[in-house]
């Protein structure tokens, strides 16, 4: 999971409404080590996915090799088609982006709806993040409502595509969150780390690996072959 591909003195981005406004660090990948990441990928006998095959996949009860990744960003900055569409169209590989839906129309560095449909043309799907990046939990049940579906109908009005696939703004959900994405006609929906369903079972609740820009060819192996998981599931049961 990527957020921004900037480097790392870049000033803070901005989005209207989001709740973690200045952008950490943490969140950034320079182009460098983004390039760096998808070439080990590339030569390392990974088999690079679309997020839509995955899903394919999971409801046929399909047992992926450990080497298969999916490749998604959260937040839709602009970098991403400046500086990460061109690296993955060098490798050929799919990405998902989760877009903030009313982001394009509100604030500076994100991308922009001609950019979006560029990248719907050649090779990359996008998903709803919300209107606003607002945090499921924490809100009624008309105001979810209005977040999953109003970002749905606005993605999807622009594309002239389906929008299937869903991503919790700071991972965050709980039961009702899933039982409204679902009824909103998301096929499935992404946390993150803290997803607690780490062997992917239930499609409402896939977990997603978290990966910054230090990641060397050793901790990004760690990463993607389910140590990391394990490690993590090990510190939090002490």
Known sequence: MYHSVSSADIKPIFIVGH????????????PQSFDRQMGFLAHHGYHVISLDEYIKGKKERKQFSFKTVVITFDDGYEDNY????????????????????????????VLN????????????????????HAYL?????????DELVGSKKTIEEHLGKTIDYFAYPSGGFNDEAKAMVAQAGYKAALATNRGFDRKNIDLYELNRIHINNWDNDFT????????????????QSH
């Open 220 to 235: 990004l192996f760690g990463k993607l072959s389910g140590f990391y998981n394990s490690f993590r599931e090990a510190r």
């Open 113 to 132: 709806w001609q950019q979006i449909i560029d990248m719907s043309k050649n090779g990359i799907s996008f998903g709803s993040h919300t209107r606003h």
């Open 82 to 109: 400046t500086n990460a569409f061109p690296i993955l169209q060098k490798y050929h590989f799919p990405a998902t982006i989760f877009l903030i839906s009313e982001a394009p129309e509100t604030s500076p560095d």
């Open 19 to 30: 709740p973690k406004s200045l952008k950490l660090r943490l969140n950034m990948v320079s």
């Open 137 to 145: 939990p924490g809100l009624t049940e008309v105001q979810m409502k």
